[in-house]
């Protein structure tokens, strides 16, 4: 990719862009030059969450209307708690392999596949709140695949990618986040509501096998490291599982100022005060109905192009520059919210303000999951990604509970403020990150070694 023409427009307060340099030597960006995976990572990322979309939005709707009990569908949702636990099984992946299917990819082909029967294997359970057991027992085995199906994919992305490719890389996986949503929990449920049980669930198997077909279809260059003698692997193992790699990647030059201090404030202030909307909607005498369809479907589209658009900024300017440009929406999309957080909430206004709270939020996450990548190990991709993302992801649960906690003695509104505030210091602190030497080196691509 070229380097950003010098006349390209500058963003007050923002550093200027990240410099670009040429792939390393271990076939990031592909071997010979070849264009970046797009298809494969894409298809990879969407198809995760047209399925976790479904069982933990569209399902939920549909087991509902079937009239199962709020704490039964509350157990159920106890299952996304698979996602962050695959931080201790992530080292396995980076570990061990096939050399002639690719190492990553023999994983991906059976990860895939497994995800697809899981689906075909809820087909017989056409009445889902009389087959609850059966049912959450196949929903597990499809997040635990799921969950270990991302590690996969990241760390192909950490792999194959060149640093001016990891902004865009942030954008599509966060985009993808959004569309698998829409299809799992939109779509879907639709296809239910017009044809039943039967045409969803084929549908979703159908998406999901659609990704399988590319993953067969591509062919992962070699590692480096699957050549070399025992004992030379990245972090020292001595050829073992890398478990340490897990420990490791926060001992590595910037990372725990960026993973342990900017992360959570950025995402532990954003998650704050997205938890406070739903019962500030309920608050403000919303169907439930409506805030499904107006959170899971209605803002979710603009927070899709707002993922696509943020990457390809990244490229183009910088990561600061979108750091910078996603806290001032921020400012302005959370100031819109006062109205429904102080118990009025007139249609336009609200899914206009939740949707820039959202564009907000994607343009953050792109900055953060582009960032992960640059500090991930190629060795060790799938577990440096794991655990600086997984740190985000367990701050986000604890953030919306003392979210609520603090709207239940101060008030919305002021549970919002020091939310959105954390969040802008988040944005400060890592902004002053994104210049220092540590920044710049991993935004080149100096730190992947």
């Keep these: 990719m070229s380097r950003p023409a010098a006349s390209a427009p500058a963003v007050v307060g923002a550093a200027p862009a990240d410099p670009v340099v040429a792939p390393p030597a271990d076939l990031r960006g592909g071997a010979g030059g070849a264009r970046p995976p797009w298809l494969l990572l894409g298809s990879l990322w969407v198809t995760q969450y047209i399925g976790i979309g479904f069982l933990t939005v569209g399902l939920v709707a549909v087991l509902r209307e079937a009239g199962t009990s709020l704490d039964t ?38 990860l895939q596949s ?13 009445d889902p709140a009389a087959a609850l057991g059966p049912l959450a027992a196949l ?12 590690v996969a994919a990241d760390a192909l992305s950490v792999r194959l990618l060149r640093p001016a490719d990891r902004g865009v890389a942030g954008g599509v996986q966060v985009a993808a986040s959004y569309l698998g949503t829409v299809l799992g929990g939109g779509v879907c ?4 509501d017009r044809w039943g049980w039967h045409a969803a669930v084929l549908l979703l198997a159908a998406l999901t096998l659609a990704a399988l077909v590319v993953v067969a279809a591509f062919r992962e260059p070699p590692r480096p490291e699957d050549g070399g003698a025992a004992g030379s692997s990245a972090d020292g193992s001595g050829g073992g599982v890398p478990w340490g790699a897990v420990v490791s990647v926060f001992r590595r030059p910037g990372v725990p100022a960026w993973a342990l201090v900017v992360v959570p404030l950025l995402y532990g202030g954003v998650a704050g005060v997205w938890a406070l909307t739903s019962p500030a909607l309920v608050d403000a005498g919303w169907s439930l109905a409506r805030i499904g369809v107006v959170s899971g479907v209605v803002v979710s589209v603009p927070a899709l192009v707002a993922g696509l658009v943020s990457g390809w900024l990244v490229r183009r300017l910088g990561r600061a520059a979108v750091l910078v440009a996603g806290g001032a929406v921020l400012v302005l999309s ?14 336009v206004g609200t899914v206009s303000a939740l949707s820039g709270f959202l564009v907000a939020y994607t343009a953050l996450n792109v900055v953060i ?7 991930s190990r190629p060795a060790t991709g799938g577990s440096d990604f794991t655990a600086l993302t997984t740190v985000a992801l367990l701050v986000s649960f604890a953030a919306g509970s003392l979210a609520l906690l603090v709207a239940g003695l101060g008030g919305y509104v002021l549970s919002a403020v020091l939310f959105a505030g954390l969040a802008l210091v988040g944005v400060g602190l890592g ?7 540590a920044g710049r080196a991993a935004a080149s691509g100096a730190l992947t070694a």
């Design 431 to 437: 902004l002053r990150w994104l210049r220092s030497p």
């Design 73 to 110: 569908l509350g157990l159920l949702s106890l299952l996304g708690l698979v996602w962050p636990l695959k931080l201790l099984w992530a080292p396995l992946l980076d570990r061990y392999g096939s050399r002639r299917l690719g190492h990553y990819r023999s994983w991906l082909l059976v």
């Design 334 to 347: 959370t100031a819109g919210l006062a109205p429904l957080l102080l118990g009025a909430a007139p249609l």
């Design 139 to 150: 929903s597990a085995v499809f997040v635990l695949l799921s969950a270990t199906q991302d």
């Design 369 to 375: 999951y582009t960032v992960s990548m640059d500090l």
């Design 114 to 126: 497994g995800m697809v029967l899981a689906l075909l294997g809820m087909l017989p359970l056409d």
């Design 189 to 192: 449920v639709l296809v239910y």
